[in-house]
């Protein structure tokens, strides 16, 4: 081929590109749909996890401000639940990537190291799937006929290592090629059904996250479709190196309702404006005893830098006071070696310095019902969850019990050769319990020691 005819040739394609990219944008701006969004951003502190308006400036589903415009909102207001303070996450059905019954979006997203590197992110899906109907301008339980399918999270092998080198620093990791298939999550007017927790992803060794899940409007036989209308669903997140899980979020789902309809839905759920400033990371702890970089936890950095003051004889002043970690008035290796004994956790890797509450611990007794659930049981290799129901002050008897994935870091440990049930906290009423308990016999275990402590001295693995 001559040079001139492949330069002919390169002109009718870039030609037909731009023709091809001009009919899209002119299908786009023709359509009357709503295609901002907001992506979830993530965050991890200390021994918790957060999420959040993405307000990450420039970056695609964090124009906060725009998706106000788009919506008709008033200046300054935010999608929050006004009854529950829950973050709304609006999306549409009808965006150009998703088509009229799919959206990829929100995403799930972070900044360079606000996670931990490789760290675990799933969901939990929560409550019942709620649908705004038009012809009545009220939220109620979707009806039977439709459903919403997240799909795309990914479904863990029961293969985890617990090794510190293995896991890059994490409480606990899925080993090499341990995933499955895409799994899916369904949310009916009735509950949630299919499986309720699946992997998000897995953060990069920047700690950076940024997913995409697909969202599906469909019927219980799986044929795309539904009424039109706006659907609610809600969500958390959750992390394998982290106690406390995100506060719950709703998603916020339009199924071609003009934005105006769509506006009106979500108003019902936020009522007055809300402050127009977003919600900000929360701020870090008062320094601790050995955090001498002031970033709210005891780890190697705290232990490396008071090493080497004291390998350069540094003299205590104002701004070196925290290296004195024992109050002898010197920087030396003992305020190191006591800086690495304040670690709570292996290696120093996060601190665990969060108020006890139920969702920290691995146990919690419900008085009205006589209830003791047991969300982590550590046996023979293996971790299940479990419930035992109370029959008199000191004697329950085992109702329940199914192998589950390992999810706190001080779990029930049962050794099956004694018969005897260590639980190192039982959250009851506000505080907590360290409870012993012997198998009788017969499912029965009997309470043989109950002190109250203070979950903050807890030792974790």
Not at 139 to 149: F, G, K, S, T, Y
Request: net charge negative; hydrophobic share 40%; glycine share 8%.
């Amino acid at each position: 081929m001559s040079r001139q005819s492949a330069a002919q040739l390169g002109q009718l394609f870039y030609k037909a590109g731009y023709y091809c990219t001009l009919l899209i944008t002119t299908l786009w701006t023709s359509q009357p749909v709503f295609a901002q969004h907001l992506d979830i951003e993530v965050w991890g502190q200390g021994n918790a996890l957060f999420a959040g308006f993405c307000h990450t400036s420039g970056a695609a589903g964090c124009n906060l401000n725009g998706l106000a415009d788009t919506l008709g909102l008033p200046f300054g207001t935010l999608p929050v639940e006004a009854m529950t303070n829950k973050l709304i996450f609006p999306v549409d059905f009808g965006d150009l990537a998703g088509g009229n019954f799919s959206t990829r979006n929100p995403g799930f997203q972070s900044i360079r190291n606000a996670l931990l590197p490789n760290e675990l992110i799933s969901y939990r899906a929560l409550g019942r799937l709620k649908y705004w109907d038009t012809a009545v301008s009220a939220w109620h339980d979707a009806p039977q006929h439709v459903q919403i399918r997240l799909f795309g999270g990914l479904e863990a092998s029961a293969e985890v290592l617990s090794d510190y080198a293995q896991c890059a620093g994490q409480l606990l990791c899925f080993s090499e090629n341990s995933f499955g298939i895409d799994g899916s999550t369904v949310f009916t007017g009735t509950g949630v059904q299919g499986n309720p927790e699946l992997v998000v992803d897995i953060t990069s060794t920047s700690g950076i996250l940024h997913t995409h899940l697909s969202f599906f409007l469909e019927s219980p036989d799986g044929e795309t479709g539904g009424p039109s209308g706006a659907y609610l669903i809600e969500i958390q997140l959750i992390s394998n190196a982290r106690f406390f899980p995100s506060d719950p979020f709703l998603v916020l789902l339009n199924a071609g309702l003009e934005s105006s309809e769509f506006g009106a839905a979500l108003f019902a759920l936020t009522g007055e404006p809300a402050s127009g400033e977003l919600p900000k990371q929360p701020d870090l702890p008062a320094s601790i005893p050995g955090d001498v970089d002031l970033d709210g936890d005891v780890d190697r950095i705290d232990v490396a830098l008071i090493l080497l003051a004291a390998q350069n004889i540094e003299t205590l002043n104002a701004t070196n006071a925290a290296f004195d970690v024992d109050g002898d008035g010197l920087i030396t290796r003992a305020d190191a070696l006591l800086a690495k004994t304040l670690c709570t956790l292996r290696l120093c890797n996060i601190p665990v310095e969060a108020p006890a509450t139920a969702l920290n611990l691995a146990a919690i007794y419900d008085r009205a019902s006589g209830i003791l659930n047991l969300n982590d049981i550590h046996a023979d290799g293996t971790h299940y969850r479990a419930q035992l129901e109370k029959q008199d002050d000191r004697t329950f008897t085992l109702s329940m019990l199914q192998r589950d994935k390992p999810r706190y870091a001080t779990p029930a440990q049962y050794d099956a050769s004694t018969g005897t049930l260590e639980i190192p906290a039982i959250f009851i009423d506000g505080k907590s319990y360290r409870v012993s308990m012997k198998n009788t016999g017969e499912s029965t275990f009997l309470i043989t020691h109950l002190e109250e402590i203070n979950t903050l001295s807890i030792p974790v693995d």
